[in-house]
């Protein structure tokens, strides 16, 4: 594994970066999707597909690792990579927003969380330094520290206190994640959407001289509009030589709208949540399956589309796996979809690039717009 863990600017135009993280299992393209394999799978995928559509890394995640099959397990069996059979990058999140939304099944002081799990109502401690003990035990690449994250709307006073817990936290995590070669640990923005809070905590995690931020807090009910004046906000504040990473979103148009804004990674359990539901994300913007006009279809997804889900599987066989309850419609569509959202990657960093961004940017969105128009 090499010694270093680091990130090359390439090219900017406008706010949207072009850059390549550096770790000791590989290079990771930016801007990046990163799948999400929240208890080591996928959902509905061989990684080897994920592999070959083109994603550099996936995501963990440390609250459902931790209960099952459990850190001490994995890390007994060589690791998460070699656990799943995934040799490239992995980013496991804290498990901060899993225990944060368990409500009334935890309890939260200065040291940390205590939590009932939601799968036997067992009982577990979580401080920054065990969250990043586990992360540690699991072997990711790059590791996130724990913080507490507030649902939205709340009041200021209560976004505050868990914004300043959450930088102390993150002195904790560092502390406890010290120097690993070829690994990172990435401290969380929080404030809500309160710009000064925002601020605040950007400049205070900043001062820590971290390996790379992440905004975190957002995609949880707010306007769109509302988070990307709050990412807007926020990112003049962070250092523009490391990695910002914009945690659970989102949307196509999201993934669009934040690139242009200077964010570099993302997450999102959408395109399989969705796939699993019958809905396709496109070139052309979204597709239900289910909808009754495509029974009798003949048209794939998308024929220009290189992912066979897409383009060798008719609308009305599709629309024939959902109505019949198949696995398979839930496999085809949540490949078709972490395809697309890796095309939608390449072709952002090709355009930031050749320096056309914004004309990429406005083509995009006004496919979307046009729609999936049947043939007349």
């Known amino acids: 594994m090499m010694a270093v863990f680091g990130f090359t600017l390439h090219a900017t135009d406008g706010a949207a970066r072009l850059g390549t993280v550096q770790t000791g299992r590989g290079d990771i393209r930016t801007p990046a999707f990163m799948p999400v394999g929240t208890v080591g799978t996928v959902k509905a995928m061989y990684l080897s597909q994920i592999e070959a559509m083109g994603a550099d890394i996936i995501l963990g995640n440390t609250y459902h690792l931790m209960l099952r099959p459990g850190a001490e397990r994995v890390a007994r069996l060589g690791g998460l990579h070699h656990f799943i059979g995934w040799k490239r990058p992995i980013l496991t999140d804290s498990g901060g927003f899993q225990v944060m939304s368990l409500s009334g099944l935890r309890t939260l002081n200065e040291k940390g969380v205590t939590f009932r799990s939601h799968v036997d109502g067992s009982k577990h401690e979580m401080s920054p330094e065990r969250s990043i003990e586990i992360q540690g035990l699991l072997g990711s690449d790059i ?28 002195e904790r995590c560092k502390v406890a994640f010290g120097d690993q070669p070829g690994k990172a640990m990435f401290g969380i923005v929080q404030g809500g959407t309160e710009p000064d809070l925002r601020i605040r905590s950007a400049q205070a995690l900043a001062a820590m001289d971290l390996k790379g931020y992440a905004v975190g807090g957002l995609a949880v009910g707010e306007p769109q509009a509302v988070m ?34 200077g964010i570099d990674m993302f997450d999102c359990v959408m395109p399989t949540r969705s796939g699993r539901h019958g809905l396709a994300f496109t070139r052309r913007g979204k597709v239900n399956l289910r909808n009754a006009r495509h029974a009798e279809d003949p048209r794939p997804l998308d024929e220009e589309s290189d992912c066979p889900a897409a383009r060798d599987y008719s609308r009305a066989y599709l629309h024939h796996l959902f109505k019949a309850n198949e696995a398979l419609g839930a496999m085809l569509l949540s490949w078709n979809n972490l395809h697309y959202y890796q095309q939608l990657m390449a072709g952002m960093r090709a355009a930031i690039g050749e320096g056309r961004f914004a004309e990429h940017a406005a083509q995009t969105e006004e496919m979307w717009k046009r729609g999936d128009i049947a043939p007349v």
């Open 143 to 170: 590791q996130m520290q724990l913080d507490e994250c507030v649902a939205l709307p709340a009041e200021r006073p209560a976004i505050e206190k868990a914004m300043e817990l959450s930088l102390r936290w993150a």
């Open 228 to 261: 990307l004046d709050t990412i807007s906000v926020t990112l003049p504040h962070l250092p523009s030589h490391k990695p910002r990473y914009l945690m659970g979103v989102g949307t196509p148009e999201d993934l669009l709208r934040s690139v242009a804004r």
